[in-house]
């Protein structure tokens, strides 16, 4: 094996899955310094775009104000080139992607054609009850106006159950797929997920 093959043999490249306000962006930042990895987060891309009124911001916009995903071939094209823009990384941190079965295929294809693939997907999971007070008291500090309201949290949770949950079963098709209980200290929950990517 070449030494090109070899680095991307050894990459750690881990899905973060869970529902809106699961901790996804949280616990990326501590894996992130763990193992050195590149944390994308396509919510943190969109609203960074949107911040710089970027062509892609003004289009994303309506979508994050109203709590919509993203049409797939934006977001997809967007995680791509930021993939891209990272090849010398020992390994990334998908936060908030895939979202839908067509944007796990393409990323499967994407990464495939690279010699690199998905690790694993950890899940990070609370009942909704808690996940709605946590964006709610978020919302309150974060100027997220999609936290802010609770119709528009609602609308996340639904296209979570419609568009993204069957990503569950996709990932255990691949063998890939943990639960890792998202309720505890910050701490605890990192250690949860440390303990699972150091056994991969
Ligand atoms: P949360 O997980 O709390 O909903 P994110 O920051 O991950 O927050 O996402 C915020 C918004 O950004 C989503 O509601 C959606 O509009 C958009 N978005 C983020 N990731 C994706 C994705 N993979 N596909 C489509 N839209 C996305």
Do not use: C, W
């Not at 949107?50 to 967007?78: Q, W």
């Not at 944007?103 to 950890?122: H, P, R, V, Y």
């Not at 910050?186 to 440390?194: C, D």
């Amino acid at each position: 094996m070449g030494i090109f093959n070899k680095k991307f043999a050894e990459m750690i490249n881990i899905v973060l899955f869970g529902k809106p306000g699961a901790g996804k962006g949280t616990q990326a930042s501590f894996l992130k310094s763990q193992y050195d990895l590149v944390h994308i987060s396509t919510g943190d891309l969109f609203r960074f775009n949107i911040k710089n009124k970027t062509e892609l911001g003004i289009l994303a916009k309506s979508y994050l104000d109203k709590g919509d995903l993203v049409p797939d071939r934006v977001t997809i094209d967007m995680l791509e080139n930021e993939v891209d823009k990272n090849l010398d990384a020992k390994g990334f941190i998908f936060d908030g992607f895939p979202r839908t079965e067509s944007q796990a295929e393409a990323l499967d294809n994407f990464l495939e054609g690279k010699l690199m693939k998905i690790s694993a997907t950890l899940s990070l999971e609370a009942e909704d009850g808690i996940l709605i007070n946590r964006l709610i008291e978020r919302g309150k500090s974060s100027g997220r106006v999609d936290d802010q309201d609770e119709s528009k949290i609602k609308n996340r949770f639904e296209e979570y159950n419609h568009k993204t949950a069957p990503l569950i079963n996709y990932y255990k098709r691949q063998n890939k797929f943990h639960s890792i209980n998202g309720i505890g200290s910050i701490k605890e929950i990192t250690e949860r997920l440390i303990q699972l990517i150091d056994q991969l």
